[in-house]
Every structure is written in C-alpha cells, then in structure tokens.
Nanobody, 124 residues
Framework: QVQLVESGGGSAQPGGSLELSCAVSGLAFSNYAMGWFRQAPGKERELVATILWSGGSTFYANSVKGRFTISRDNAKSTVYLQMNSLKPEDTAVYYC?????????????????WGQGTQVTVSS
C-alpha cells in the first residue's frame, strides 16, 4: 500500500520559516518525481515545487522562488520543503505527490499518488 505522509505544518509569523516533510512508503521512491502542491480556500490546487527522481533538477512556482527549497533523501524515502520568508499568502493546505517518471511533472492530474495534506497558516 502506497502512503505519503506529510508533517511539519503549523503556524508561523510573516517572515518566519517552516519545514515540511513527506515520508513515502510502498513504492520505489528513487524512481519517482516528487512535487509539493498547495490549495488555499476557494482556490485551485497549485504547484509549489517539483524535484526530479535524482534530486538533480528542480522547478519552483514564481511565487515561491528564492524563498522555498525542495529537496529529497532517497535513502529515507522522504521529500522536504523548506519554506523561508513566509507570507500570509502562503497560507494553504500543502500536499506532496509522487509520479513514476524520468522527468519533472508540473500539473496535478499527472501525479499518481497524494498525501493527505498539512495545514500551513501564516499570520501575525
């Protein structure tokens, strides 16, 4: 059974930091591209960042570029999202997703597996 379990969400003040983790089991993690998405109330789910199976290539949404960093540890079957300089508009439920592929994947429908999501709230 494939499981993606996010952790690390919570509350932060503007300008603060949080690190999300997504522990994956039940699949050959190193064969999967991974993505972080977010969905705010009343909005569509949007890509935040994605990382190649090897970690050798990444892509970020313009809204988070320079503030967020995606990384992965294939030995631990875990993908991370370091979020710095948080803004109120980063408030959303954050989801990790996995896609069996050799390339980066940018759109939600293409992903094979999803976590349950973790809430991130940025406010003063």
């Amino acid at each position: 059974q494939v499981q993606l379990v996010e952790s690390g969400g919570g509350s932060a003040q503007p300008g603060g930091s949080l690190e999300l983790s997504c522990a994956v089991s039940g699949l050959a993690f190193s064969n999967y591209a991974m993505g972080w998405f977010r969905q705010a109330p009343g909005k569509e789910r949007e890509l935040v960042a994605t990382i190649l199976w090897s970690g050798g290539s990444t892509f970020y949404a313009n809204s988070v570029k320079g503030r967020f960093t995606i990384s992965r540890d294939n030995a631990k079957s875990t993908v991370y999202l370091q979020m710095n300089s948080l803004k109120p508009e980063d408030t959303a439920v954050y989801y990790c997703a996995a896609k069996s592929t050799g390339g980066l994947i940018f759109t939600a429908p293409e992903y094979d597996y999803w976590g349950q999501g973790t809430q991130v709230t940025v406010s003063s």
